[in-house]
């Protein structure tokens, strides 16, 4: 989950900020999350405080917020709203007037951020007839169609079917992805719950899926 921090007491921002976030959800697997505050308060000081998520700020810095932020938080992105910029402000990715003003600028901004979040974390395959490009968040799992002799690519929105095996296809994932079953390839951030008794495991969307084996119960613990 990647959070935009929105800090600005107009709304017209904030409403155009969640129009340029729906746009792009569909390209990040519906993992953005925008938060709005108005102004400065102990939720807002929560959030900067937590340094394991990924943020990106839009800041009107009024009160120097913006150099608060930097001295808690200096790896998250931080874009400044308002008419002054103070370039002492160390790591600043951009300085815009206003979000409702400026769209496109925005959205240009937020996915060259989001763009560089998740290099390294994209499924590259590529034959004579096509290409294909998901990012390994949105992968459920990838299962063995038996009857097509295919690989099956289960995503938050589609399916995609390969003609590669599934040792082929471990060779092209990341260290998320664990064999739970011969015929099943798991990423094991999205599970919910696993059952081994009952040979089962549950997705973070609440799908039940039965493609568990015993027999590969300590692998995923490596």
């Keep these: 989950m990647i959070k935009i921090i929105l800090v600005d007491n107009d709304e017209r921002n904030y409403l155009t900020l969640k129009n340029i976030i729906c746009k792009l959800d569909f390209l990040y697997s519906k993992k953005l999350v925008v938060q709005w505050y108005k102004s400065y308060n102990a939720e807002l000081e929560n ?39 103070k370039k002492w402000i160390k790591n600043i990715f951009d300085f815009i007037p206003s979000i409702y003003g400026h769209p496109q600028k925005i959205l240009l901004d937020i996915k060259e951020i989001l763009d560089n979040y998740y290099i390294g974390n994209v499924f590259l395959y590529q034959n004579r007839k096509f290409s294909l490009r998901i990012y390994y968040d ?3 799992y990838i299962y063995r169609d038996t009857v097509e002799r295919k690989s099956v690519i289960v995503t938050d929105n589609n399916n995609y079917s390969l003609g590669v095996s599934l040792n ?13 079953h011969r015929a099943c390839l798991l990423n094991i951030c999205r599970v919910q719950k696993f059952n081994w008794a009952q040979n089962y495991f549950v997705l973070d969307n609440g799908t039940k899926i039965e493609l568990l084996s015993k027999k590969y119960r300590y692998d995923i613990k490596k």
């Design 47 to 85: 959030t900067i405080n937590d340094v394991e998520s990924k943020k990106i700020y839009l800041v009107n810095n009024k009160n120097n917020l913006a150099s608060h932020i930097r001295q808690k938080d200096y790896h998250s992105e931080l874009i400044l709203l308002g008419n002054i910029y």
């Design 168 to 180: 082929e296809m471990k060779d092209l994932l990341d260290s998320r992805f664990k064999k739970v």
């Design 138 to 140: 949105s992968i459920l």
